[in-house]
Nanobody, 120 residues
């Protein structure tokens, strides 16, 4: 059974950093395109970063480019999202998901999410 589990969320002050983890079971992370999404209250879930299978090419939306970094550790079967220079508008529930048709495609299986709150 395929399962993704996010962790690493929490409360952080503006300007701070967090690293989110997405640990997979039932799949191998370097054999899947995996994306990070976030959903703030009242907003739709939106993709913010993706790492492609095998080559590990990375993609970001403009709002996080230069601040967030997606990576993976094949030995731990985990994909990370390093988030720096966090701002209150980054407050959201963050999810990771498999994107079977590539980073430009839709997501399929996703985790339960982890809450990130940026507040003074």
């Amino acid at each position: 059974q395929v399962q993704l589990v996010e962790s690493g969320g929490g409360l952080v002050q503006p300007g701070g950093s967090l690293r989110l983890s997405c640990t997979a079971a039932g799949v191998t992370v370097d054999d899947e395109h995996i994306g990070w999404y976030r959903q703030a209250p009242g907003n739709e879930r939106a993709g913010i970063a993706c790492i492609s299978r095998i080559e590990g090419r990375t993609y970001y939306v403009d709002s996080v480019k230069g601040r967030f970094s997606i990576s993976r550790d094949n030995a731990k079967n985990t994909v990370y999202l390093q988030m720096n220079s966090l701002q209150p508008e980054d407050t959201a529930v963050y999810y990771c998901a498999i994107k079977p048709r590539g980073c430009a495609g839709r997501s399929s299986i996703r985790g339960q999410g982890t809450q990130v709150t940026v507040s003074a």
